[in-house]
Every structure is written in C-alpha cells, then in structure tokens.
C-alpha cells in the first residue's frame, strides 16, 4: 500500500488481531488500537508501528477506523467512533444504513473464520464493502482491494443473506466433521481414515454443483441402511442423523 | 500388480466400473463382468480385457469375485457366488459373518464417494478389510495394498461405526453446502464467494480438532444474530438451523 494511512482498530480479539497483522503486512505504520483487554499484543505482532488509546476522541482526523468488537456491541461503537473519524464494521451482520453520522461509516467484511492464532490466506479472500456515501466507498474498495484482491460491492440486505449462507457452508459443516470425529473417538476407530474421503468431496464442491455429487444411503432412501445406522446413535446423534436425511429425501425427490 | 488373477465383477454401478478401471490400471486382464444392465462398459474402459457373463457358474476357480450391488441385494448375492468362488462386498454396511458358505467370504470396503463419471484417487484411499478365513485375508490385504497402499483390517462392527461416521463426515457435509448453494442462488448472491471459506476449514481440519476451530454465531452463543439468521430462512432451512444451533450450542457449553 503506497498511501499512508491514520488507522485505527477497535478490538483486539480474533478479528481485530487479524486486520492489525495484514495492516502491518501492507506497510502501514500508523496504527492505533483501542482495546478493552488491556494494551497487549501476541508476541507475533512488531510492537514499534502499534499505539494504544482508551479514548475515541484521538481518532480524531484519522482516515479510517476498524471496528472489529462483537456484533452486540458493534451499533454502539461504530455510533461513538463515528463522531471523530469515518468507520467500518468487519461484520457481515450488522446494519449501519439507519445511522445518521457525522462521519462516513461503512462495512469491510471478510468472509472467512478468524481465529487468533491461525494464520489467515487473504489472497483472493472476498471482501464485502459497503459505506454510507460514494466517496468513502471507493476509498474502501480500493483498500480492500489492497487487502485481498478480491473486494465485492454488496448491499445490507444482501450480505445478510451471504452470512447465514456461510454459517450453513463453514459453521455447520465444521460441527457436523466434528461430531463424526467425536463418534470416531467413542467407537474406537480413527477419524484420519475420514479424511480422504471429506477431501475428495471438498475437491469435487469446487468444480462441481454440489447437488449433482451427493452419495450415500439418504440420496438412495435407502432405507434398510439408515434404519441400522439409527440403531448405532445416541438420541442426539440420531435426531441430527434423522433431520438431515429427511432434508437429503425431499431434495432428491 | 505381478500376479495375474481370475476376477469376477457382479454389478456396473458407480462402484464397480472403478473397481474394473482400477484393476484394468493394476495391469490385469482376465476380468469378467456380471451385469444387469447388460454388457455396455463406459467408453473410457478398453473392452479387449473384459468378459461378460450371465451365469455365475463360469466363477468357478475364479481367485475373486468382487460383488458390488446394491446394499439389499448384496447378501443373497454374495450367498449365490459364494458357490462358486471366494467373493468379497465392497460395502461398508452389509454384515456377512453369518454366512456359511462353500468358498470364502470377506469385506473390501473402500471409504470414499463413486460416481461413475468422476474420478478416483485410489492411492492413500483407506480400504478396510474383513474375512471369513486367515488366508482369505492375507490375499486381502495384499489385494487392498495394490490397489491403495492403504489396507486396513477392521471388524465387522466398527466398520459399521465408521460408515455411520463417513454419512456424518460427507453426505451430511455435502449436502448442507448444496442447502448453502441453492441459498445463494435463491437470494441472488454467488455460492463462488463461499469457497475460500470452506477450503480454509477443510484445510484446518487436516491438522486441527474440528472442535477447537469452529466459529460463527451458536459456538458464541450469540442469540441476537441466530434470531436475525432464522427471519431469513423458509421453514424447512429453519428447522435444519435450528437442530445443529443446538447441537453446537449444547456441544460448546
């Protein structure tokens, strides 16, 4: 990133720590955190570009400010944070549309799953950008951009949907391998021997309609099978089992 | 594969035209074909190598017959060829113990998807092996060494949990991201976007707990964005959300 930016971060958890480290990455040298957990950072992070504040009111000309605190809290700030320099939401779930600010507000969404001490591939990570008037919106795009060469103009009302879509496509997967490994452990055998398997299915989902790979007994309503597989399940395990292939049946009809 | 041997198919479904490939690429070439569906092979498998036959009287002093039918068919089937030679299922489900039969019996169960059009990564591909007699087995397992490098000896009853597990693991995984796609379609946004996302997971999962890396709003527990996610589901997306919110949620307390 050529220009230099005043840039502030609210929020130094799983998020916030991540747009600070690809901020650093990019060659920015003016950042300024505002965290309530006190003015640490992981040990990864060059301390010597990073300051601290506990007051919104040293925002007070910057360019931009991240604001990367729970969705809960997330109206709130960018509320507060707005009255002395323009401000995005990382969220995909909060609106801003409604607010009547002094300062431009926006939102710089990543859809990708951050936890701190994983390692995030921003390279071609879409970037939803939205913002409460023209010029800050090319502004964000353009630092987007910059981040991940991948930013997407998107409205509100669709990234709401973009949301619940990845909470189905990454949460619920992720719990459901989950609970397949948990059965693994619980019946003695191993949950590697799964991992070709997820691996090729995952390889197909990239070239391939996923409706037109599905395998298994439900696909098949094979009953018989999933009446023994009903029989090897907890009355937890079986109600998602239950829930599933009855979704899989009607989907296939 | 060195040693030439007589091998019979039962069955040109998704299953077994990739046992025939695999073995055509492992270098034999006395293979015959029993099949319903008469004797049509996909343009892709050189015929010179392959007999039909619709008696399973000409198996008799066969080294192997692989038996790939339809789960209620796959026992009655097993019991007729059993006759005449030693057979084996290549079905993680059907339980053969039981059986008292002439030649020896036994399971060779690849975990992994087939679809007849896509192809198979066989090298590392668990298959796991059963049978009613030691020296069944042995040739077995050298059998499933050639074709994979990955031959696992496993009873009768943990491969049932492992099937379970692989319904959990990838049809369950599949088709909540075809829910996922056919979302997106619905509401205008692009199913692409979701793919690094879901790449990323499936790459933690490789070396991660699928328990410590899930994210989003049931493992936060955050009720103010699960209810704005569930105004914007029909009711049959709800009733899925809702089940594995609570699994998550109880999962994570």
Chains 1, 2 share one sequence.
Request: hydrophobic share 40%.
């Amino acid at each position: 990133m050529n220009q230099k930016l005043k840039i502030g971060i609210v929020g130094m958890g799983n998020v916030g720590i991540h747009f600070l480290q690809r901020l650093l990455e990019l060659g920015q040298t003016n950042l300024t955190v505002y965290s309530r957990s006190g003015n640490n950072l992981p040990v990864s992070i060059p301390a010597k570009d990073v300051q601290f504040t506990n007051d919104f009111k040293e925002f007070i000309d910057f360019d931009i400010v991240f604001c990367a605190v729970n969705d809960n809290t997330m109206v709130e700030m960018i509320r507060l944070v707005s009255k002395f320099a323009p401000v995005v939401s990382v969220s995909g779930t909060v609106n801003l549309n409604h607010l009547k600010t002094k300062h431009p507000v926006g939102t710089f969404y990543p859809l990708q799953s951050f936890k701190a001490d994983q390692s995030i591939q921003w390279k071609g990570l879409p970037l939803f950008i939205e913002a409460s008037d023209e010029k800050f919106k090319t502004f964000l795009m353009k630092l987007a951009q910059e981040f991940s060469g991948n930013a997407i103009e998107l409205s509100e009302e669709k990234r709401q949907y973009l949301h619940v879509a990845a909470v189905f496509a990454n949460n619920f997967t992720n719990h459901i391998i989950d609970l397949a490994a948990h059965y693994c452990r619980e019946h003695g055998i191993e949950f590697d021997w799964l991992k070709p398997l997820i691996n090729q299915t995952m390889e197909k989902i990239q070239t391939n309609d996923p409706h037109d790979i599905l395998t298994g007994p439900a696909v098949r309503n094979d009953q018989s099978t999933i009446k023994k597989h009903l029989q090897l399940l907890e009355p937890d395990q079986k109600n998602i089992y239950q829930t599933l292939t009855k979704s899989i049946i009607k989907h296939y009809q």
